[in-house]
T-cell receptor, first 112, second 113 residues
Framework: DVKVTQSSRYLVKRTGEKVFLECVQD?????MFWYRQDPGLGLRLIYF???????EKGDIPEGYSVSREKKERFSLILESASTNQTSMYLC???????????FGPGTRLTVL | QQQVKQSPQSLIVQKGGISIINCAYE??????FPWYQQFPGKGPALLIA?????SEKKEGRFTISFNKSAKQFSLHIMDSQPGDSATYFC????????????FGTGTLLAVQP
C-alpha cells in the first residue's frame, strides 16, 4: 500500500513564526503536491513538484515556499505565519503518468 | 475556465436512498474526472474515476454519469449506507506528467439510519 505520512497531525504556531510541514511518501512517486483544505473552498493547490529540486506554483502560492531535496520528501514552508494560514494542509503524491493522487492524513495548523 | 463547480454543499439522505452529487466544468481540455471520498480525520482517497470517452462507469453501488456535451458529471450512490457518510470531492485533470487536479468545493453527505 502507498503510504503518505505527514510530520504532525496538529500544530499551533504564533504569528510571524517560520513553520515547516513535512511530507514523506514511500512509493517512489515522481509527483508530490501540497494542498490546503478550507470549508466551502475545497482543496486548493499550493505547490507541486514533479522531480527532485523541481517545483511549480499552484493556485495559491503566496506566503508559502517548498523544498524537495529527496524524491520521497516534500516540505511546505510558511516563512512568516499569519492567521489567515490557519487551515488543514494535505500532502499527496502520484506516479509520473498516473492520475491517482494518494493523500496523507493532513496537518491541522492553527496560527494564533 | 479552471473551475469545477460542485453541488450541493451538503446532503442528507435516508439509509437505502440514492445520493446524487453534481459537478460542472468549463475547460474542454479536461480528460480525467475522479471522485474522492474523505472521512473525518483522514485524507481524501480515490473512489471512482471516468474519462470522457464513456458516458457511465459503475463500481459496486457507486456510479459516475458523464455528459460531455453539457460538461457535467455526477456521482450516484445507490442504496446509501451510514458508512457512506463522508465528504465527497469531484475533480478534473488535463493530463500530462504533472497530473494536477482541480477540485470542486466538496459535498458533505450524511446518511441517516
Amino acid at each position: 500500500d502507498v503510504k503518505v505520512t505527514q510530520s504532525s497531525r496538529y500544530l499551533v504556531k504564533r504569528t510571524g513564526e517560520k513553520v515547516f510541514l513535512e511530507c514523506v511518501q514511500d512509493m517512489d512517486h515522481e509527483n508530490m503536491f501540497w494542498y490546503r483544505q478550507d470549508p466551502g473552498l475545497g482543496l486548493r493547490l499550493i505547490y507541486f513538484s514533479y522531480d527532485v529540486k523541481m517545483k511549480e506554483k499552484g493556485d495559491i502560492p503566496e506566503g508559502y515556499s517548498v523544498s524537495r531535496e529527496k524524491k520521497e520528501r516534500f516540505s511546505l514552508i510558511l516563512e512568516s505565519a499569519s492567521t489567515n494560514q490557519t487551515s488543514m494542509y494535505l500532502c499527496a503524491s502520484s506516479e509520473e503518468f498516473d492520475n491517482e493522487q494518494f493523500f496523507g492524513p493532513g496537518t491541522r495548523l492553527t496560527v494564533l | 475556465q479552471q473551475q469545477v463547480k460542485q453541488s450541493p454543499q451538503s446532503l442528507i439522505v435516508q439509509k437505502g436512498g440514492i445520493s446524487i452529487i453534481n459537478c460542472a466544468y468549463e475547460n474542454t481540455a479536461f480528460d480525467y474526472f475522479p471522485w474522492y471520498q474523505q472521512f473525518p480525520g483522514k485524507g481524501p482517497a480515490l473512489l471512482i474515476a471516468i474519462r470522457p470517452d464513456v458516458s457511465e462507469k459503475k463500481e459496486g453501488r457507486f456510479t459516475i454519469s458523464f455528459n460531455k456535451s453539457a460538461k457535467q458529471f455526477s456521482l450516484h450512490i445507490m442504496d446509501s449506507q451510514p458508512g457512506d457518510s463522508a465528504t465527497y470531492f469531484c475533480a478534473a485533470n488535463y493530463g500530462g506528467a504533472t497530473n494536477k487536479l482541480i477540485f470542486g468545493t466538496g459535498t458533505l453527505l450524511a446518511v441517516q439510519p
